[in-house]
């Protein structure tokens, strides 16, 4: 885990938001995910990497080195 809390991830929108509990759009917004295909780079820190647990089924992350 300590490897993965190092370095940045980028995270990518691919599923749509229609449809899904408020919590969870909202997690995605927090994010800072608006549309379909739309990315962003945050630290990979505990809270982001427990962000993106809750929303897997709508978004792609991988680590960037």
Known sequence: MADVLRGKIKIRLVRSTIGVLPKQRATVRSLGLR????????????????MVKKVAHLVKAENID
Request: aromatic share 0%; glycine share 18%.
């Open 35 to 50: 549309k379909i295909g739309s990315e962003v780079e945050h630290e990979a820190s505990g809270a982001i990497l427990g």
